[in-house]
């Protein structure tokens, strides 16, 4: 499996994952990749939520603004001076809550480009989980969340897109429009739709039935990312089942994404 670059993964200061961004430098050299983006979870103020909700998010285990500025930054600054064959960008995985744009948009002013993954989302003022059984209002709002996510420009790759799928069993006609949604907000504003390796774990995504609606828009743009949280998961078991997936649902991947 030859790959040339990787724009989604964790380090330890998230809380549910290993190592640092060097740990992840020295994997894609490893493996001869050009390029690598590494994109942790970005810090959530704790004052955006109710503190129930923000523990159930797992918001407490992630790193803080001040981690952002003293520890995230920092071990990218070492490794792009100690390593000059390969090309490290910084980034992170963020949300997008509405009237946050600002606080956003100070993060990318120190990084090379934001990640959108929405694991959470406000439907109609609540705070909910894209994980769970989603109504048909709040699969709207998840298009919707989209549509004005990536309108701010702020994004350039839209982690797991068919995460609103995760607790769907058959996919229906609601599901395709909610697909085609999305499709066009990424062609509309220049961003990378992802297959996600790691969706593998709970066999959740990558999903067919979204992806072969992706595969009739020739000019949507499609990245592979491993989103590892572990180092055995950068070029591991489920990276090389993405490569698979996409290959023969022909999708037409990009291998380096273009900034
Ligand atoms: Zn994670
Ligand atoms: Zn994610």
Known sequence: MKR????????AL???????????????????????GISDHCPVPISWMKEELYNIFWLNQ??????????????????????????????VETEYIEG?????????????????????????????SSYGALTEKDLY??????????????????AHPELFLYHVGEFLPIHAEITKRIIF??????????VNANGFYHQ????????EIVKEYKNVKII???????????????????VDFAKELGLNVSSKIDF
């Open 4 to 11: 040339l670059a990787n724009y989604h993964s964790h380090v």
């Open 14 to 36: 998230c809380g549910h994952a290993e190592g640092i961004v060097e740990d992840y430098v020295i994997e894609a050299l490893k493996h001869n990749y050009e390029e690598i």
């Open 62 to 91: 992630q790193m803080t603004e001040a981690d952002f500025y003293e520890k995230y930054l920092p071990q990218f600054e070492e490794s792009i001076n100690k390593h000059k064959n390969i090309n490290i960008l910084k980034a």
């Open 100 to 128: 946050k744009e600002a606080y956003y948009k100070n993060l990318l002013m120190h990084l090379d480009y934001l990640v959108l993954g929405i694991h959470f989302y406000e439907s109609d003022g609540e705070f909910i």
């Open 141 to 158: 709002n998840y298009a919707l969340i989209v549509e004005k996510a990536l309108d701010t420009k702020l994004y350039k790759i839209l």
């Open 185 to 194: 907000a990424a062609m509309k504003n220049d961003v990378y739709l992802e």
């Open 204 to 211: 959740k995504y990558p999903r067919k039935e979204f992806w």
């Open 224 to 242: 592979l990312n491993s989103d590892a949280h572990y180092l055995k998961d950068f070029h591991g078991e489920n990276v090389k089942k993405a």
